[in-house]
């Protein structure tokens, strides 16, 4: 196709706008987020030939298919330096099939062992890409640089996709004492002459908000254009470009499966997918959408199961719901917030519909879909939800009943996948590398409640002692290089900060400076 155009879900902006700018803006103004006008079909043939490919010439074919404004050759060259020798299995997301027939599609090979570094191995590239194009043809005239709050995961993926990128610097901010061991080495050892990581005092909801007043404050905004011609950008998981690379691997999966001879050309597959944001399962569903014969999405939730409660009953709502805290952290989430998209494409595109119901939200703190929505949405979802003591369980079991070892998120959507599984098979999302929660892979393989102190002799050894252990005590697969060195490389960042906005402000300048 030609170019192909991005719209928004609150039908907001004046007019469409190609990739390249939807990239570099991430949110639409008036809070919507951006969908492509067209979403391309692949027939059935396209969709097999993938599998003789190398993946980065796969994603660059689907790339191409959404009609991307920047040159083809340029697209063919960003995707081999997306996914290359920065993977440690040339296979880039290899699937692993249990003895008990189900396929585990590891998105983990990545350089910070996460799922996240499947898109941020690539946005960043195209971001640089995107902001040097839009500078050439006149529409912009200024650099960026990337402010991330984290939690843990996202902050060392965004690090170390953005680092040394063209045009654009990053800044971390994550709460002092409020990642693990393994997530603050991962971060604080970080390499690159663009990028810089602060703790901050306080909990993760205190950088996060820290955060949002920075990019509120306009007179700030101001002054760091005026002085250093940057603007601050969010690159977070709402951003169409972090989607995209999303949706490449659902389409190669299946592509795979096939060559393989393990699901017959053209035969249905339901996906598992353990959920928080949306955007993982959401990519799945556009890869329905464009022609995999995917049948079932199953969204699989932890103890935040707001979203397992809305696809079983239409309603979504957090107004009396607590925030718990379990073993697979990067879903503990309630605002889910790619869920906006899903909705605006199961309305028919329908921005009305989305800006009541983002508007219910907000106010009451709850909205209800009206019944052809819901009936469209179970027609491409089932739900279940695990608790904290059944994941741990779920790691043991699958340890021991089909050797292999995996992560506290990976077993959330294993386990809701048994229980929900049909006639189809089955691909589950396996989202990190056990090695990234060795506390509670720990527990799990021990037999020790979630929550429950580890023994002082093991709570006393630092996250990488500890997967040593494990390693050496199971036949799981060993601990990735950039894990296992992190208690020999020097800390880089050190700096403990306040939550208030000047703080973070004045940490931005001196940085910049
Ligand atoms: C981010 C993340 C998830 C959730 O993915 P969403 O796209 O936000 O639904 C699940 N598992 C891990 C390990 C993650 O880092």
Same mark, same amino acid.
């Given at each position: 196709?030609?170019?192909?155009?991005?719209?928004d879900t609150r039908g907001k902006i004046?007019?469409?706008?190609?990739?390249?700018?939807?990239? !570099?803006?991430?949110l639409a103004e008036g809070g919507g987020l951006?969908?492509?006008?067209?979403?391309?079909?692949?027939?059935?043939?396209?969709?097999?030939?993938?599998?003789?490919?190398?993946?980065?010439?796969?994603?660059?074919?689907?790339?191409?298919?959404?009609?991307?404004?920047?040159?083809?050759?340029?697209?063919?060259?960003?995707?081999?330096?997306?996914?290359?020798?920065?993977?440690?299995?040339?296979?880039?997301?290899?699937?692993?099939?249990?003895?008990?027939?189900?396929?585990?599609?590891?998105?983990?090979?990545? +350089?910070?062992?996460?799922?996240?570094?499947?898109?941020? $191995?690539?946005?960043?590239?195209?971001?640089?890409?995107?902001?040097?194009?839009?500078?050439?043809?006149?529409?912009?005239?200024?650099?960026?640089?990337?402010?991330?709050?984290?939690?843990?995961?996202?902050?060392?993926?965004?690090?170390?996709?953005?680092?040394?990128? $063209?045009?654009?610097?990053?800044?971390?901010?994550?709460?002092?004492?409020?990642?693990?061991?393994?997530?603050?080495?991962? @971060?604080?050892?970080?390499?690159?002459?663009?990028?810089?990581?602060?703790?901050?005092?306080?909990?993760?909801?205190?950088?996060?908000?820290?955060?949002?007043?920075?990019?509120?404050?306009?007179?700030?905004?101001?002054?760091? @254009?005026?002085?250093?011609?940057?603007?601050?950008?969010?690159?977070?998981?709402i951003?169409?470009?972090? =989607?995209?690379?999303?949706?490449?691997?659902?389409?190669?999966?299946?592509?795979?499966?096939?060559?393989?001879?393990? *699901?017959?050309?053209?035969?249905?597959?339901?996906?598992?997918?353990?959920?928080?944001?949306?955007?993982?399962?959401?990519?799945?569903?556009?890869?329905? $959408?464009?022609?995999?014969?995917?049948?079932?999405?199953?969204?699989?939730?932890?103890?935040?199961? !707001?979203?397992?409660?809305?696809?079983?009953?239409?309603?979504?709502?957090?107004?009396?719901?607590?925030?718990?805290?379990?073993?697979?952290?990067?879903?503990?989430?309630?605002?889910?917030s790619?869920?906006e998209?899903?909705?605006?494409?199961?309305?028919?595109?329908?921005?009305?519909?989305i800006r009541?119901?983002m508007n219910?939200?907000s106010?009451?703190?709850?909205?209800?879909?009206?019944?052809?929505?819901?009936?469209?949405?179970?027609?491409?979802?089932?739900?279940?939800?695990?608790?904290?003591?059944?994941?741990?369980?779920?790691?043991?079991?699958?340890?021991?009943?089909?050797?292999?070892?995996?992560? +506290?998120?990976?077993?959330?959507?294993?386990?809701?996948?048994?229980? =929900?599984?049909?006639?189809?098979?089955?691909?589950?999302?396996?989202?990190?590398?056990?090695?990234?929660?060795?506390?509670?892979?720990?527990?799990?393989?021990?037999?020790?409640?979630?929550?429950?102190?580890?023994?002082?002799?093991?709570?006393?050894?630092?996250?990488?002692?500890?997967?040593?252990?494990?390693?050496?005590?199971?036949?799981?697969?060993?601990?990735?290089?950039?894990?296992?060195?992190?208690?020999?490389?020097?800390?880089?960042?050190?700096?403990?900060?306040?939550?208030?906005?000047?703080?973070?402000?004045?940490? *931005?300048?001196?940085? =910049?400076?």
């Amino acid at each position: 196709m030609g170019t192909n155009n991005y719209i928004d879900t609150r039908g907001k902006i004046a007019e469409p706008i190609p990739f390249t700018q939807a990239v !570099v803006e991430g949110l639409a103004e008036g809070g919507g987020l951006f969908v492509p006008e067209q979403v391309p079909t692949l027939n059935l043939e396209d969709i097999l030939a993938l599998a003789k490919l190398p993946y980065y010439e796969r994603a660059a074919r689907i790339y191409k298919a959404f009609g991307i404004d920047l040159p083809e050759e340029e697209i063919d060259e960003l995707m081999q330096a997306a996914y290359g020798s920065n993977f440690d299995d040339e296979a880039i997301c290899p699937i692993t099939t249990l003895a008990d027939g189900t396929h585990i599609l590891e998105l983990w090979h990545g +350089p910070t062992s996460a799922f996240k570094d499947m898109a941020l $191995q690539c946005l960043p590239l195209f971001f640089s890409a995107s902001a040097a194009h839009l500078r050439e043809a006149g529409k912009l005239d200024h650099e960026f640089m990337i402010l991330v709050a984290t939690s843990g995961d996202t902050g060392k993926a965004a690090l170390e996709g953005f680092a040394n990128k $063209q045009g654009v610097s990053i800044g971390v901010l994550y709460p002092d004492g409020g990642v693990s061991d393994i997530q603050r080495k991962q @971060m604080a050892t970080q390499a690159g002459n663009n990028v810089y990581v602060w703790a901050v005092r306080g909990n993760f909801d205190d950088c996060q908000t820290g955060a949002k007043t920075v990019f509120n404050d306009e007179s700030f905004a101001a002054k760091l @254009m005026d002085e250093h011609k940057i603007a601050l950008s969010s690159a977070n998981s709402i951003n169409w470009g972090r =989607l995209l690379p999303q949706v490449v691997y659902y389409i190669s999966a299946y592509s795979e499966l096939v060559a393989r001879g393990q *699901v017959e050309a053209g035969a249905p597959i339901d996906v598992c997918v353990p959920t928080g944001n949306f955007g993982n399962i959401l990519a799945a569903w556009y890869a329905k $959408q464009m022609g995999t014969p995917i049948e079932r999405l199953i969204c699989a939730s932890n103890e935040n199961r !707001v979203l397992t409660d809305f696809i079983n009953t239409g309603t979504y709502d957090i107004s009396d719901r607590d925030f718990v805290l379990t073993p697979s952290p990067s879903m503990d989430i309630l605002v889910s917030s790619n869920l906006e998209r899903q909705l605006f494409e199961l309305t028919g595109r329908n921005a009305e519909a989305i800006r009541t119901w983002m508007n219910d939200l907000s106010t009451t703190r709850s909205f209800r879909v009206d019944a052809e929505t819901f009936a469209k949405l179970r027609a491409d979802f089932v739900s279940d939800s695990v608790n904290s003591a059944e994941c741990l369980e779920t790691i043991r079991s699958c340890y021991e009943d089909q050797n292999y070892l995996m992560d +506290p998120h990976t077993a959330v959507a294993y386990e809701v996948a048994q229980r =929900l599984r049909g006639e189809n098979p089955v691909l589950v999302a396996s989202t990190a590398h056990w090695a990234k929660f060795g506390d509670n892979v720990y527990r799990a393989l021990k037999g020790i409640a979630p929550g429950e102190a580890l023994p002082e002799d093991v709570a006393a050894l630092t996250g990488c002692q500890l997967n040593e252990r494990i390693a050496s005590e199971t036949k799981a697969a060993p601990v990735p290089a950039g894990l296992a060195n992190l208690d020999t490389t020097p800390l880089r960042f050190t700096d403990v900060i306040d939550s208030s906005t000047a703080a973070i402000e004045q940490a *931005v300048q001196a940085f =910049l400076q």
